[in-house]
Every structure is written in C-alpha cells, then in structure tokens.
C-alpha cells in the first residue's frame, strides 16, 4: 500500500470515527433514557464587572426552572424523568468562542462550525470526549438601554450552545427561556418563528388549533415569543408561560407523542 492510498484509508477512518461518535451523541441524549447531562461555562462577554460579579454568584440552582420546564413537558409526551436535567456550572472561561460569519455563507458556517467543535475540544483540558454532555457557553453582558445582545446558536453536532445573555438578576427568568431554547437546538429542534421575531404559524404556536390572530397566554419554545392583545410577538416572563409543542418533540426525539398527536388528523 503506498503512502496516498494509507492517507485516505486514515481520512477515511477518522470520519467514520466523528460520524459514529456524533450517532452515539444523538442516541444519548435524544433517547430520554435518564437526565440530560448538561455542563454550563460562563464567559465574560463583555469585560464588564457586572458580568464578573453575576458570575461569581452563579449556581446549579439558577438554572431550576429550565429543569422543571423540561420535566413538565416531556412528562407531557410520556417521558417522566425527576430530575429531567443534571446541571453542572464550571469555572469561568477566559477565552470567547470563535464568532460566526456575519454573512450566512453556507460554506463559511460549515467551516466556522467545524473550528467552534475544535475549539470547545481543546478547552476540555482531557484527551477524551465526553459523550452525551452538552455543552452551554454563557456569554454574560451588562445590560444597556437599546441594545440587543448578539444572536445565540445551538449546535446538534457536538452538542454545543453558545448563548448571550444579560448580567443581571432581574432578566433572569427571560435568560433561562433563551437559554432552554438554545439547549433544545443541540437536541435537534429548528427554530419555529419568521423575520422579526412572529411566530410562525401553525408550528411556532401554543394551542395551533386556534385561529392564527388570537391572542396566546403561552409561547411555544422554538418561537420564543406569544402573541399579545395587539397580533404583536412578545417574549413571555418566563418558562412557565412556554411550552414544547409536537414538532418540536418529535424533533427531539419524542416521536410517539408527534404521531399520536396527528395520526388523527
């Protein structure tokens, strides 16, 4: 065997190698056969002491009712876990994320991509993965009047997220609901609201069966936002006015309650 044939024979291996461990990743975490193992990483997004001091007082138990949400709404399509979520918060991280292309260039998100898994490897500080962990990179900022944070992502592959949120206690309910739906991305849902943030209709709505521009108490995670008295998109307080609706459970792996939900249709 010459050298460029033992090459692509070594390429070759080392793909089916990452392709077999994302499978192994997915079947983990999307088979609901225990709680979700969830690593969470503060990062200063800013440079700013309010992001210092919200991390320095950051714990387990500020992150319950993303678990509680969670429980109640598999409990919902028959997967009943207490806890649904085992939260573990690790020191903070000096270095930020590598930023995604600006531009939505296919090929320069899949290579941005590519480098963001890389890099989370190396902050692991171990030679081994750890299967089945996601992943949670929170970026805290100090909050400023008119300024909207950056846009958080959710990866499937390598079950990573990367999510802006506020330093402060009084947006902490709102940063959970971002947080939970960036988390349900690394377990395959899609986002479910259209240009400027409505929700996009049927899916991205609590109740569907209702008509399109009745006002919601509820939001549908994936949409992130309820329609209020006026037909306008409004972020929900918190996770107790959201829910997991039946596509997004089927995209995470609750398929039996998707096919209840329509096989009568």
Not at 72 to 86: I, L, N, S, T
Request: hydrophobic share 45%; net charge neutral.
């Amino acid at each position: 065997m010459n050298f460029r044939r033992f090459r692509i024979l070594l390429l070759l291996g080392v793909l089916a190698g990452v392709i077999g461990f994302t499978w192994l990743e997915q079947f983990m975490v999307r088979g609901w056969r225990g709680p979700l193992d969830i690593a969470v990483i503060p990062i200063n997004g800013d440079g700013s002491a309010e992001a210092t001091e919200a991390i320095r007082a950051m714990q387990e138990q500020d992150f319950l009712d993303i678990g509680v949400f969670l429980e109640r709404e598999v409990a919902r399509y028959g997967v009943k876990h207490a806890p649904a979520m085992q939260v573990t918060v690790l020191p903070e991280l000096k270095q930020k994320p590598p930023a995604p292309p600006r531009d939505g260039s296919v090929l320069k998100t899949m290579l941005w991509s590519l480098k963001l898994r890389g890099w989370v490897y190396r902050q692991s500080d171990g030679w081994l993965p750890q299967p089945g962990r996601i992943k949670l990179f929170l970026l805290y900022h100090a909050p400023e009047d008119g300024v909207a944070l950056e846009h958080s992502l959710g990866l499937q592959k390598g079950l990573i997220g990367v999510v802006h949120v506020f330093a402060d206690r009084a947006q902490a309910a709102q940063n959970n609901i971002v947080i939970a739906h960036e988390l349900l991305h690394t377990l395959g849902a899609t986002d479910k609201y259209e240009a400027g943030g409505m929700p996009r209709y049927p899916q991205g709505y609590a109740e569907p069966e209702l008509p399109q521009s009745a006002q919601r108490r509820e939001a549908e995670i994936m949409a992130g936002r309820l329609v209020g008295a006026n037909g306008e998109p409004v972020m929900p307080p918190g996770l107790e006015r959201c829910v997991v609706g039946p596509l997004t459970a089927y995209e995470i792996g609750l398929d039996d309650a998707f096919k209840r939900r329509y096989a009568a249709r």
